[in-house]
């Protein structure tokens, strides 16, 4: 079974930036399709950027040109880059690997964003 383990979430003040990282304990994003979620208080995870083996990358509206998915040269590690965080991003951020569209591994334990305003 495959683990996954995200980290680098904290408090910041909107505006601020963090990266995130979702290590996991397999070489396995170098195919398929990695993705980042994001749970809001009281909300369901959402899909928030996806990147495929092949480099392919999409972002749900609300982060484009803030937020930028990227693999470590491994394959082991995808990393999320938030800039100019806003308070709305506040959440527990997730990733996981996606097949035909949905996530098929066990989610770790996420990590906290918190943006103040």
């Known amino acids: 079974q495959v683990q996954l383990v995200e980290s680098g979430g904290g408090s910041v003040q909107a505006g601020g930036s963090l990266r995130l990282s979702c290590a996991a304990s397999e070489s396995i994003f170098g195919s398929g399709v990695a993705a980042w979620y994001r749970q809001a208080p009281g909300k369901e995870r959402e899909s928030i950027a996806t990147?495929?083996?092949?480099?392919?990358?999409n972002y749900v509206e609300s982060v484009k040109g803030r937020f930028t998915i990227y693999r470590d040269n491994a394959k082991k590690t995808v990393y999320l880059q938030m800039n100019s965080l806003k308070p709305e991003d506040t959440g527990v951020y997730y990733c996981?690997?996606?097949?035909?569209?949905?996530?098929?591994?066990?989610w770790g334990q996420g990590t906290q964003v918190t943006v103040s305003s």
């Open positions: 996981n690997k996606l097949l035909m569209g949905s996530p098929r591994l066990q």
């Open positions: 990147i495929s083996y092949s480099g392919s990358i």
